[in-house]
């Protein structure tokens, strides 16, 4: 059975990237490798909260980054989503005024995804924040995924060796 990937804002976000920073240049890059390459070895879901906040203002190539995930299941708004997201503000593993990101773990965590791939290494994708979110999904019954960046979910080349 192919692991589950819950995709959040940043991936289609970085996918369709046209900024030439180093840094923008180099996400852009991973996502479209992950997403060309090895997206296929996985089951992909996306939420509600995503395609929300895609739909939100007006930004270069929004219709690409929400076509993107034509395709990709939603994941439908279960009754504890809300919840889960409140606590993991309350429990000040996620900041108060960004709730996105809140509902993005919240989401990952009450569906028991695999992988929660994200370019928010502030947030998200923090090692100083794993041991955080892990106490706070146990107390609350909820299995952690694992979170990463895209470029870590890339096979690595033993071709070499």
């Known amino acids: 059975m192919a692991r589950s990937v819950c995709i959040e804002t940043t991936i289609p976000g970085a996918y369709f990237d046209d900024r030439d920073d180093v840094v923008s240049q180099f996400q852009r890059h991973q996502t479209r490798l992950w997403w060309a390459m090895y997206r296929p070895e996985y089951e992909l879901y996306t939420s509600e909260a995503v395609l929300a906040e895609l739909r939100q203002g007006s930004f270069p190539q929004q219709d690409e980054a929400l076509g993107l995930l034509d395709g990709v299941p939603v994941l439908p708004v279960a009754q504890e989503i ?80």
């Open 82 to 161: 809300g919840g889960v997201a409140r606590a993991y503000v309350e429990h000040m593993v996620m900041p108060k005024g960004q709730m996105g990101d809140s509902f993005h773990l919240a989401f990952a965590c009450v569906y028991a995804m695999d992988y929660l791939p994200t370019w928010n290494c502030r947030h998200l994708a923090n090692p100083r924040k794993v041991a955080h979110v892990a106490e706070i999904n146990r107390r609350l019954g909820l299995l952690t995924p694992i979170i990463l960046t895209p470029q870590m979910l890339v096979e690595e080349d033993t071709s070499e060796r």
